[in-house]
C-alpha cells in the first residue's frame, strides 16, 4: 500500500454494519479468496433476482467509482470472518473512514491492506456531508502523517503506530515473522542440540 490513499468517497451511515452484512455467509463455502467482491454487500447491492439495487450507493455514479467509505459507528461487528475484509478488498476499496471499528475487523483490515482511520463523531459526520456530493469529490488519506484532507477539510485521525508502519510497509504477521528467520532458526536449532544432549545423559 503506498503511503496516500486518494479517491471518491462514498456515505455509507448505517450503524452497526456486522461482517453477515459485508459478507453474507454464502459465499464462505469457497476455499481460496477469488471471487469474493462479489459477495461484500451482497444483500446491499443487489435484490433476490441478482439485479443492482439502484437505492444503494455503490450501485449509483460516481460512488461506483469509490475506494473510500464514510461507515456509521461499530462498523465490522459481528463474527470474525477475515472473508469481509476480502471482498471489500476485492470490490476496491482501500479505507473506510468512521468513528470506531469492531476489534476483530480492525485486526483483519490491518493484515489485509484495508486502512480505518479513526475520526470523532463531528468530523465523521462532515465527511458524510462532503461524500454526499454527487460530484464525486476526492478524499486524500496520509497514513504517514495521518491526515485527512479534502477541499475545504483539513484533520488528523488515530491510528494505532503498529497499524500505521503494517499499511504504509505492506506487511502483515507471516512477513513480519520472516524478517526474524534468521533468529528463529537458531532458536529451533539449539533446542535440537539441547534435546540430544538430554538424550545422551
Same mark, same amino acid.
Request: hydrophobic share 40%; net charge negative; charged share 25%.
Given at each position: 500500500?503506498?503511503?496516500?490513499?486518494? +479517491?471518491?468517497?462514498?456515505?455509507?451511515?448505517?450503524?452497526?454494519?456486522?461482517?453477515?452484512?459485508?459478507?453474507?455467509?454464502?459465499?464462505?463455502?469457497?476455499?481460496?479468496?477469488? %471471487?469474493?467482491?462479489? #459477495?461484500?454487500?451482497?444483500?446491499?447491492?443487489?435484490?433476490?433476482?441478482?439485479?443492482?439495487?439502484?437505492?444503494?450507493?455503490?450501485?449509483?455514479?460516481?460512488?461506483?467509482?469509490?475506494?473510500?467509505?464514510?461507515?456509521?459507528?461499530?462498523? +465490522?461487528? #459481528?463474527?470474525?470472518?477475515?472473508?469481509?475484509?476480502? #471482498?471489500?478488498?476485492?470490490? +476496491?476499496?482501500?479505507?473506510?473512514? #468512521?468513528?470506531?471499528?469492531?476489534?476483530?475487523?480492525?485486526?483483519?483490515?490491518?493484515?489485509?491492506?484495508?486502512?480505518?482511520?479513526?475520526?470523532?463523531?463531528?468530523?465523521?459526520?462532515?465527511?458524510?456531508?462532503?461524500?454526499?456530493?454527487?460530484?464525486?469529490?476526492?478524499?486524500?488519506?496520509?497514513?504517514?502523517?495521518?491526515?485527512?484532507?479534502?477541499? %475545504?477539510?483539513?484533520?488528523?485521525?488515530?491510528?494505532?503506530?503498529?497499524?500505521?508502519?503494517?499499511?504504509?510497509? +505492506?506487511?502483515?504477521?507471516?512477513?513480519?515473522?520472516?524478517?526474524?528467520? %534468521?533468529?528463529?532458526?537458531?532458536?529451533?536449532?539449539?533446542?535440537?542440540?539441547?534435546?540430544?544432549?538430554?538424550?545422551?545423559?
Amino acid at each position: 500500500m503506498t503511503k496516500t490513499i486518494k +479517491g471518491i468517497a462514498a456515505p455509507l451511515p448505517l450503524a452497526n454494519v456486522d461482517t453477515d452484512v459485508i459478507m453474507p455467509k454464502r459465499f464462505l463455502i469457497t476455499i481460496t479468496r477469488e %471471487g469474493l467482491g462479489d #459477495g461484500a454487500f451482497a444483500d446491499l447491492r443487489f435484490d433476490n433476482a441478482g439485479r443492482q439495487r439502484p437505492e444503494f450507493i455503490l450501485n449509483k455514479p460516481p460512488w461506483t467509482q469509490a475506494n473510500i467509505l464514510i461507515v456509521g459507528d461499530n462498523f +465490522g461487528c #459481528g463474527s470474525s470472518r477475515e472473508h469481509a475484509v476480502w #471482498g471489500m478488498r476485492q470490490l +476496491g476499496i482501500d479505507a473506510c473512514i #468512521g468513528t470506531g471499528f469492531a476489534g476483530i475487523f480492525y485486526d483483519n483490515a490491518r493484515k489485509n491492506g484495508l486502512a480505518l482511520p479513526v475520526v470523532s463523531p463531528e468530523m465523521r459526520d462532515l465527511f458524510l456531508q462532503f461524500s454526499s456530493d454527487a460530484r464525486g469529490k476526492e478524499i486524500s488519506i496520509d497514513l504517514e502523517r495521518r491526515t485527512i484532507t479534502t477541499s %475545504g477539510i483539513n484533520t488528523t485521525f488515530e491510528m494505532d503506530d503498529a497499524t500505521q508502519v503494517a499499511l504504509i510497509r +505492506g506487511r502483515d504477521d507471516t512477513l513480519d515473522s520472516l524478517e526474524h528467520a %534468521g533468529a528463529i532458526r537458531d532458536y529451533e536449532e539449539a533446542l535440537q542440540r539441547e534435546a540430544r544432549v538430554s538424550v545422551i545423559k
